[in-house]
């Protein structure tokens, strides 16, 4: 009786030292890529906005707004493929002292941001502007609403019972981005080494003001520092915004209807 090796053809035993230096040649270009990511050196970008505004003299003075350069936008597209990645992490914007906090609120695509009602009477959040459109409709101290932010662009938020509440989502297709402080200083980190498209938005700026502070820019193995980005807020005038329904807001009424019993 033949022994069970003698039973193994031998073509079969040929073909298999034969394959075996290919799929182990497979395996080394699917481990080589993995292990390049992991070793790809992750840096942080910086910098610090300077939002100034022009007089009719042509001086520029700092912006009259508190001095405030808080919430812009400052963010980096990768010139070389796609820089988007999927997300898990959730996003929170709270409901406190009748105000939205933060004010503005950078992620990326498919993002969920939590919406805490955290005062005692009731809020209505929405946004029927460019962007993501929802309504929450109206609900409690304590309860919360989540919000999908499923494609890139500016949501403006308000609340339907208080007119001064406002907030806005910058959605992205990039991780990588920041808002800047009060001092308008940020932090971009976790940055692959290469070459980007640095971009910022603010809502006291123009399309066209924005656009002149855009820029290509390398990202280097000691990361980068962008020193002072002066930005523009020449011709900007708030507005007031409607509610939910087109109309103004009555300033007049007092609904202690809507306080939580």
Same mark, same amino acid.
């Given at each position: ?5 003698? $039973? ?14 290919? *799929? ?13 990511? *992991?070793?790809? $050196?992750? #840096? ?6 300077? !939002? ?33 990645? *999927? ?16 004010? #503005?609120?950078? !992620?990326?695509?498919?993002? =969920? ?17 460019? @962007? +993501? %459109? ?18 890139? @662009? ?28 009060? %001092?308008?200083?940020? #932090? ?8 980007? %498209? ?5 809502? %006291? ?31 900007? !005038?708030?507005?007031?915004? +409607?509610?939910?329904?087109? =109309? ?8 202690? *209807?809507?306080?939580?019993?």
């Amino acid at each position: 009786m033949k022994s069970e090796r003698e $039973k193994v053809p031998r073509g079969l035993v040929q073909r298999l030292f034969i394959l075996l230096p290919v *799929a182990v040649g497979a395996c080394a270009l699917l481990i080589v890529p993995w292990r390049a990511v *992991a070793l790809a $050196k992750l #840096v942080s970008v910086k910098g610090i906005v300077e !939002t100034v505004r022009s007089k009719a003299t042509g001086r520029e003075v700092k912006s009259s707004v508190g001095g405030d350069a808080s919430g812009v936008v400052v963010w980096l597209e990768a010139i070389a493929g796609s820089s988007h990645r *999927a997300v898990r992490t959730r996003r929170l914007i709270r409901q406190e002292g009748k105000r939205f906090m933060p004010h #503005v609120l950078a !992620t990326e695509v498919g993002a =969920e941001v939590d919406f805490p009602n955290l005062d005692p009477f009731f809020h209505n959040v929405f946004s029927i502007y460019d @962007g +993501r %459109r929802f309504d929450l409709g109206l609900y409690a101290s304590g309860e919360t609403r989540p919000v999908a932010f499923n494609r890139p @662009g500016v949501s403006y938020i308000f609340c339907n019972i208080h007119p001064q509440m406002s907030a806005i989502v910058v959605a992205l297709e990039t991780p990588h981005h920041a808002v800047t402080d009060k %001092r308008g200083a940020f #932090v971009i980190d976790g940055v692959p080494e290469g070459r980007y %498209r640095l971009e910022l938005w603010h809502e %006291r700026s123009t399309q066209e003001l924005l656009a002149a502070v855009d820029r290509e820019l390398e990202v280097g193995p000691g990361g980068l520092d962008l020193g002072t980005l002066r930005l523009s807020e020449e011709g900007f !005038t708030p507005q007031p915004h +409607r509610n939910k329904y087109g =109309e103004e807001y009555d300033l007049r009424r007092n609904p202690p *209807a809507y306080r939580k019993p």
